[in-house]
């Protein structure tokens, strides 16, 4: 069965440090989607990325990056010089296929950032 | 832009109330999901349909049902509302053939 584990319940930063957080997943499936969602105080999920299962290549997008790890079936975030206004519920999640479309996701319990001034 | 709507940001209701929470999406999506958030569990599907008029458990059904008579529509009932259902209730949708995954913004659901 699909599992996403995410061990940081809560993480606390001073702005400017660096963050990483950490995702490991569990599937039998060869093909499947990963995704990260932020989710601030107001409640709505905020997409950030879905990374397919046949592509490793890190990515970067301004201050945030991610690192797919097949070898050790892990997706950690990491937020590079973090500033208050990433203060968040992290969540990561893990999408069967069923046929050629998204199944339903997995999401992991979340992880509490918060970066203080 | 696609949108999933929940027809409600915060709910009041009572303990043994019949509830529904309504969800639509404007984009002709086949599979629609509903999801509950509690602090510490993360998000757990409830209830998921392909298509219409047709309905999936999830990993935590008891307590709810759901209808979906139209493409566009698709309702999460509680038949008996009870205090351990108070929580934050997230409605998604996804069209077939995509990688993407559209959330509503949720409903805070307090039972009293």
């Known amino acids: ?117 | 832009d696609v949108k999933v709507t929940q027809s409600s940001r915060y709910l009041v209701k009572r303990t043994g109330e019949k509830v529904f929470l309504e969800c639509v999406q404007d984009m002709d999506h086949e599979n629609m999901f509903w999801y509950r958030q509690d602090p510490g569990l993360g998000l757990r599907l409830i209830y998921f349909s392909y298509d219409v008029k047709m309905k999936e458990k999830g990993d935590i059904p008891e307590g709810y049902s759901v209808s979906r008579e139209k493409k566009e529509r698709f309702s999460l009932i509680l038949e008996s509302a009870s205090t351990n259902q108070t929580s934050m209730y997230l409605c998604a949708s996804s069209p077939t053939g995509a990688r993407e995954v559209f959330f509503g913004d949720g409903t805070r659901l307090s039972i009293l």
């Open chain 1, 1 to 117: 069965a699909q599992k996403v584990t995410q061990a940081q319940t809560e993480i606390s930063v001073v702005e400017k440090e660096d963050v990483t957080l950490d995702c490991v997943y569990e599937t039998r499936d060869t093909t499947y989607y990963l995704f990260w969602y932020k989710q601030p105080p107001s409640g709505e999920l905020v997409f950030l990325i879905r990374r397919n299962s046949f592509d490793e290549q890190n990515e970067i997008s301004g201050r945030y990056s991610w690192n797919f790890q097949k070898s050790t079936s892990s997706f950690n975030f990491t937020i590079t010089a973090s500033q208050v206004v990433d203060s968040a519920v992290y969540f990561c999640a893990l999408s069967e296929r069923r046929g050629s479309t998204l199944g339903r996701l997995y999401f992991g319990r979340g992880t509490q950032l918060t970066v203080w001034p």
